[in-house]
C-alpha cells in the first residue's frame, strides 16, 4: 500500500486562494499520472486536473485558468494552485497517483489520497 498525503485545503472566500499538496513516499520506483479530482456532497467524483510523467496537464472546463496543477517529481509531489475561488468549488478533493510502481521490478497500481475539505463560502 503507497500512502499519499494531501494537505492545503481549508475555508476561503469567494476570490480567494489555496494551495493544496499531494506527497507519494520518497522511496516510489515511478509513477505515471498524479492528478486531483473533487466530490461535492450529492454529486459524482470529477477531475479536476492531472498531469502526466512528461508533464503535460490537462483541465476540468470548470476550472481552466483558475487552477494551476504542478509536480515536483524528484519529491514525487503534485500541487494545485487554485485562485479566483467560487463557491461552487466546494468539495472534498482527492489526489490520485496512477501506474505507481513501487520498485522496478513491481506491478502497477492506481492510489488514493484521504481527501482535503475546500470550502468557499463567505
Known amino acids: 500500500q503507497v500512502q499519499l498525503v494531501e494537505s492545503g485545503g481549508g475555508l476561503v472566500q469567494p476570490g480567494g486562494s489555496l494551495r493544496l499538496s499531494c506527497a507519494a513516499p520518497?522511496?516510489?520506483?515511478?509513477?505515471?499520472?498524479m492528478g486531483w479530482y473533487r466530490q461535492a456532497p450529492g454529486k459524482q467524483r470529477e477531475l479536476v486536473a492531472a498531469i502526466t510523467d512528461d508533464g503535460s496537464a490537462n483541465y476540468a472546463d470548470s476550472v481552466r485558468g483558475r487552477f494551476t496543477i504542478s509536480r515536483d517529481y524528484a519529491k514525487n509531489t503534485v500541487y494545485l494552485q487554485m485562485n479566483s475561488l467560487k463557491p461552487e468549488d466546494t468539495a472534498a478533493y482527492y489526489c490520485k497517483a496512477e501506474n505507481v510502481k513501487k520498485t522496478y521490478y513491481s506491478a502497477r497500481f492506481d492510489y488514493w489520497g484521504q481527501g482535503t475539505q475546500v470550502t468557499v463560502s463567505s
Open positions: 520518497g522511496s516510489i520506483f515511478s509513477i505515471g499520472i
